[in-house]
Each structure stands twice: as structure tokens, then as C-alpha cells.
């Protein structure tokens, strides 16, 4: 990834990560983000080319159409899906979700006499 398609990334995760503070009401610049993401797509270069920023664009797809709590899941993944190509290419080990283990009911011990 060359250094322009960083910055086009790093654009595109911090209007998401305003957009999310702002409540996802879609008020965090002066356009859209519809707006915004048609724009940033144009000049975006080779960035799109990147997996994890084509996930993203598409869960962003119809924004202006869903209800706010819609928006506020899909904005999060997205910028979830951003910051992991940071980590991994600053060789951040982006750790697995290990489910924890139902706990046990076990019996309480009764001391021997």
C-alpha cells in the first residue's frame, strides 16, 4: 500500500469515527456521508483496491436510507475493518475473540468430620 492510499484510508476512518461520536445522524461534515464516500470513492485511487475498505464502503451502502441504530452498527464495523489493516500492517497481532467457557455449577464441598 503506497503512502496516498494510507491517507485516503486514514480520511475515510477518521470522517467515520466523527460520524460515529456525532450519533450517526449523518450531521458530521457539511455533506452527507452518502456525499462524502461518492466523493472520497473518486478520488480514493488505488485504496478501493484494498479488501478490508471495500467491506466497509459496501456495509456503508444505502446509509441515508436506514434507521439511526442501523447506521451506528455499520459504522462501527466499518471502522473496525479500517483500523484492523493498520494493525496488521504496523505487525500488530490482531488477537482472535476466544468465547469464554460456560461456567460450571458445581457443588459446594462439605468438609469431612
Known sequence: M??????HIIALGRTLAAELA??????SSA???????????LGSDGALA????AQ?????TDYDLQPVNVRRERVQRAV???RDI???SEGHVVPAVVPEEPA???KPRIPAK
Open 2 to 7: 503506497v503512502i496516498q492510499d494510507r491517507e
Open 22 to 27: 456525532a450519533g450517526c445522524e449523518d450531521r
Open 31 to 41: 455533506q452527507s456521508i452518502t456525499q462524502f464516500l461518492d466523493d472520497w470513492r
Open 50 to 53: 484494498v479488501p478490508a475498505v
Open 56 to 60: 466497509a464502503l459496501d456495509l456503508l
Open 80 to 82: 473496525s475493518l479500517l
Open 86 to 88: 493498520f494493525r496488521k
Open 104 to 106: 460450571t455449577l458445581s
